[in-house]
């Protein structure tokens, strides 16, 4: 509601110029072997993941950069990666839903790309992730081998979708009728503390099943990248301001959902701001305009999202 001596007057607006989109494709990705618990394959056109004919299991890692690629303090509407089937089990595949889960710490990408055998990958080098290591060669292991839950990922899923054969891809995290809160969760927090983007881990939830293993385009795959699809709205500032006879008025965007507390300080920097008006989160984009009384004394304003 406004502070005292000052009015808010709102007026719903198109919400186009307000909102981004973006396409972003990994900048690391990498698969962890349960066959060759000591290789790496970080160079190979594709990422291995769910388990071969002889249930031997594979997980695929991929880390995108947010925060290089959308505004500071955006809010992220949408969020669906696009993954594409590039082999699947000569011998016949079993269809299975593949989980994606937020990782909780860092990993190496490496560089191995093996000609022969290109499943089983090459020899690890220093800091390369493998089966046994987000590290290689170093004393940094994980939980147990292959990445455990609550240690080494959060448990909970963070997009899920059901694959079949290459003939159907690509396909869509999450699948289009579940609820995308938790990966667009992950990204938010990714853009708000760069510090934790660690990316995600792939599983197949049916790893326990022989012939589950597909193989996904990765970011070194010219024709078949995973691509990260993201759409945000930027953050509030203050647009327009003037004088109106004795008064001052000031004009931002509102976007959907979100609350906002328009504040006044009588020096900047400021010891402490205070507030003027509060403005509850509109249910479209909205434009607002806060009209203060002309007072003696000079003012600085601004307007904080929370």
Known sequence: MPGIGCLILAIAVAPRAYCG???VTPVADTMLIEAAPANNAGGLYWVNAGSNGAGKRNR????FDIAGNIPPQAHISSASLSLVVTGIPGDGYAVAYFDLHRVLRDWGEGDKNPSNAPGQGLSATTNEATWLSPFALTTNLWFIPGAAATNDFAPTISASQIVYDDIQSPYTFPDPSADPTPMIADIQMWLDNPATNFGWIFICESEDVPSTARRFGSREDPNFPPQLTIQYLVPAHIDQAQRVGNQFNLSFTALPGQNYAVQISDAVPASSWQPLANVAAPPVVTRILVVDPITPTQ????????
Not at 60 to 63: A, R, S, V
Not at 299 to 305: E, G, K, T
């Open 60 to 63: 695929g890692l991929f880390k």
């Open 299 to 306: 003012r600085f304003y601004r307007v904080m999202a929370y």
């Open 21 to 23: 989109s973006v396409v």
